[in-house]
Nanobody
């Protein structure tokens, strides 16, 4: 069974930073792509950043220049470093791993940006 476990969410003031972690129960190379998505109340889940196993990171326009996705292969972990956070970044953040047509999701971690 494949599991993805997120951590690192919390409450932060505008302009602050957080780092989210997603640890997989399998090697990162088991997946074709690892990614972070988010969902705000009343909105659809959206892609934030992706990291193809054999490719380069890619980002949604609203987070370019502020968020960085990275990975530690030895720890089976993908990170999302979020800087200069804005209230509109408030959402539940989900880790996702794709292998072929199968998608694996973590349970989500809440990020709240508020003064």
């Amino acid at each position: 069974q494949v599991q993805l476990v997120e951590s690192g969410g919390g409450l932060v003031q505008p302009g602050g930073s957080l780092r989210l972690s997603c640890t997989a129960s399998r090697s990162i190379f088991f997946f074709n792509t690892m990614a972070w998505h988010r969902q705000s109340p009343g909105k659809q889940r959206e892609l934030v950043a992706g990291y193809p196993t054999g490719g380069s990171p890619n980002y949604a326009e609203p987070v370019k220049g502020r968020f960085t996705i990275s990975r530690d292969i030895a720890k089976n972990t993908v990170y999302l470093q979020m800087n200069n956070l804005k209230p509109e970044d408030t959402a539940v953040y989900y880790c996702k791993g794709n292998r072929g047509s199968t998608a694996y999701w973590g349970q989500g971690t809440q990020v709240t940006v508020s003064s």
